[in-house]
């Protein structure tokens, strides 16, 4: 079992952080409000929480029975799995602590706080009359932010349950749709928009805008399961389920970051001070998780960190009003889904694990496989000429025996496809190219969002003139 104890430089550099951070909420409580700047010390905080308690909790997971075995190496030793849960725990408490910050003063100058609180300064009311600048918080969106907290508690108590009970995909692909239902309900209660845009193509036929109804919730709640479902669906070596997440989020932080710099007011910037108090945190725990969790891997982060994460993604776009431009950037993800379809649906048989394989001789990883005996060949001729025809394509790799039988087929993950393609590679090499093709992918998915789009709609709802 590897040292639990954190090392002078870690422990120094922790206490630093935190003592900074310390500072800037000690400030804060002072007057000067300026939420963003809280979130961000409250994250540095989450960080330096998140890094010592995996450290030191590791043992603990183990005699619990939460541990797994490293199978890509040569030394296939037992490390603390669920991880993830410690972060779900520290940034729950993160943003829970937040609230004060984000919410009091603009609640006590916008209504009656009770007692002393009825009379309410005339600077204060003005200050809302006038409007918000950067640094305020929009105490309007307390009733969404409560229930997105709900929302990612649900999430991560049914996540830990899996990590318990070690639910069947077919039964826990839908847990995230119930964690969406706080969510959900309060987007209906405070928001209740179930428009679209129409294509500029499309608007002599359809008008300006086009009023789904009911379908605009199930389409939020297909984004509510896709999400988590899909950062669990592309798993299987070390760092690939945190790094993954990482882009995805600084990705959508930098979004957030764009409808910052506009001139306020600007209509979406208080939605996307929203969505960066979520993200901010969630950053902070998972650069921690990714620390250990990266190649070699010290813990596993379990089923619980995918769903968390796929839900704080979730909870942001849906709430932040942008679910269309988390799509984009969930485009390896669906890539992966639709690819892995074949296996996942049944056509192909699928194996309990379809991680890569790991090769003792070379130490790199090689597609994993799925054998075929000439008794059991596909069960329609379609199938066969269909796995036929992506080994041809070099989208997968197919084995056949001198009369033409299938032998062996790559299993159906992208991370599978990708060796097909690179030939066999050391894990840390794999999951960097991996991360690194997620984020060319979702800058690509911006570009689309912001520029791309204006070929189809009249303007960008983000403008820096």
Not at 141 to 170: C, E, H, M, N, P
Not at 283 to 303: E, K, M, Q, T
Not at 334 to 340: H, Q
Not at 418 to 424: A, D, F, I, T, Y
Request: hydrophobic share 50%; charged share 15%.
């Amino acid at each position: 079992m590897t040292s639990t104890a954190l090392s002078r430089a870690e422990r120094l550099s922790l206490l630093s952080i935190t003592a900074a951070c310390v500072a800037i909420l000690a400030n804060a409580l002072q007057g000067h409000d300026k939420p963003l700047i809280v979130s961000l010390a409250l994250s540095g905080l989450a960080f330096c929480a998140s890094f010592a308690l995996i450290r030191w909790l590791g043992p603990t997971f183990v005699k619990a029975g939460f541990k797994g075995v490293d199978m890509a190496k040569h030394s296939r030793r037992e490390i603390p799995e669920c991880m993830g849960a410690v972060c779900a725990a520290v940034y729950l408490f993160a943003i829970i602590l937040f609230i004060p910050f984000a919410f009091y003063k603009d609640v006590v100058a916008a209504t009656s706080g009770g007692g002393n609180r009825d009379v309410v300064l005339q600077q204060q009311v003005n200050h809302v009359q006038e409007g918000r600048f950067l640094h305020r918080f929009p105490h309007s969106k307390l009733s969404s932010y409560l229930s997105a907290i709900v929302s990612l508690q649900t999430i991560a108590s049914l996540g830990l349950a899996d990590d318990l009970f070690d639910i069947r995909w077919r039964h826990k692909f839908f847990i995230p749709a119930f964690a969406a239902i706080p969510l959900l309900v309060v987007y209906r209660v405070d928001f209740g928009v179930t428009s679209i845009v129409v294509p500029l193509q499309l608007q002599p036929y359809l008008g300006p805008l086009l009023d789904l109804g009911g379908l605009y919730y199930v389409y939020m709640a297909a984004v509510a399961i896709f999400s988590p479902n899909s950062i669990n669906i592309l798993a299987g070596i070390n760092g690939i389920e945190v790094s993954q997440s990482l882009v995805i989020a600084l990705l959508l932080a930098a979004n957030d970051a764009l409808y910052l710099l506009t001139p306020y007011p600007h209509p979406a910037t208080d939605s996307h001070l929203f969505s960066l108090s979520f993200l901010l945190p969630f950053i902070g725990v998972s650069l921690a998780l990714l620390r250990h969790n990266w190649y070699p891997a010290r813990v596993f982060v379990g089923d619980t960190y995918c769903y968390f994460a796929g839900m704080v993604f979730v909870v942001v776009s849906i709430l932040g009003h942008f679910s269309k431009t988390l799509v984009l950037l969930l485009l390896p993800q669906i890539f992966n889904f639709l690819y892995s379809a074949p296996q996942l649906f049944g056509l192909v048989p699928c194996p309990r694990h379809r991680l890569p394989r790991f090769n003792a001789r070379s130490g790199l990883l090689e597609p994993s496989v799925t054998p075929w005996s000439p008794a059991r060949q596909p069960r329609w001729g379609i199938v066969g000429r269909g796995l036929r025809l992506l080994g041809r394509l070099r989208l997968l790799r197919v084995v056949v025996d001198g009369e033409g039988r299938l032998v062996e087929t790559s299993n159906f993950t992208v991370l599978n496809l990708w060796l097909v393609w690179r030939g066999p590679l050391r894990e840390d090499r794999l999951a960097l190219e991996m991360t690194a093709a997620q984020a060319v992918v979702g800058l690509f998915g911006l570009f689309v969002r912001h520029r791309l789009a204006l070929l189809i709609f009249k303007e960008d709802n983000w403008s820096l003139l």
